[in-house]
């Protein structure tokens, strides 16, 4: 079973410009989230898609980010405009449905904005 | 708001050494507490769940409700145990939301 797949593995941007990431969950998982890894802390959610539906993303700094699961499949974060503290790893899971206790998560995307 | 709190940034022990990596998390209905582990150029993965009772690799984790208590136990450290190891925690049927981590190094 192939598994979370995640692209590009490594961006960097200048502040002020514009950034979009892709993940393609494991085929069959009802549910994707996009988490916000910080160095030195651990992953935070940012948005929570149930099929292509958003169940949470009251963590999502709306002014600048946005993120869409079209067709309840792929899904793309973007970020626009970076601002500096936006350099992080983002990382996306999937899981068969809500409320299921293992996400899988990808290898996860590193963005520095300098 | 439920928050996870694991104090310690490093431990290191050495090779055959009991483990243990604390957590502690505030919340105060009934949570569900995971440990996931993320070993070097590998990705986040699921290493136990506290509903499951299980040992995983001979690591184990009691959920203690009243000292609100997770902490992450092995009698015998290995050298392939060393990692990043990370407490989350889950209510209802939200996401997860994660300690900062602890980096487990056992050395030979």
């Known amino acids: 079973e192939a598994g979370v797949a995640q692209s590009p593995r490594y961006k960097i941007i200048e502040k002020r410009q514009s950034v979009a990431f892709w993940c393609n969950p494991i085929?069959?998982?009802?549910?994707l989230y996009w988490y916000q890894q910080i160095l030195g802390q651990g992953p935070k959610l940012l948005i929570q898609f149930q099929n292509n539906g958003v169940v949470d993303d009251s963590q999502l700094p709306k002014d600048r980010f946005s993120a869409e699961r079209l067709k309840g499949v792929d899904s793309t974060l973007k970020i626009q405009p970076a601002k500096l503290e936006d350099s992080a790893v983002y990382l996306c899971?999937?899981?068969?449905?809500?409320?299921?206790?293992?996400?899988?998560f990808g290898p996860g995307t590193r963005l520095l904005v300098l | 708001a439920q928050r996870v709190t694991q104090p310690e940034k490093l431990l290191s022990v050495f090779k055959g050494a009991p483990v243990e990596l604390k957590c502690n998390y505030s919340?105060?209905?009934?949570?569900?507490l995971f440990w996931y582990v993320q070993y070097s150029r590998q990705r986040l993965q699921l290493l136990l769940r506290?509903?499951s009772r299980e040992s995983i690799k001979g690591f184990t984790a009691d959920l203690n409700k009243g000292e609100t208590s997770f902490h992450l136990k092995k009698p015998f450290a290995q050298e392939e145990d060393s990692a990043m190891y990370y407490c989350?925690?889950?209510?209802?049927?939200?996401?997860?939301?994660f300690g900062s981590g602890t980096r487990l190094q056992v050395q030979p």
């Open positions: 085929s069959g998982h009802a549910t």
């Open positions: 506290h509903i």
């Open positions: 919340y105060s209905g009934s949570p569900e």
């Open positions: 989350a925690l889950r209510t209802g049927r939200r996401a997860l939301t």
């Open positions: 899971a999937s899981s068969p449905r809500r409320g299921e206790e293992t996400q899988y």
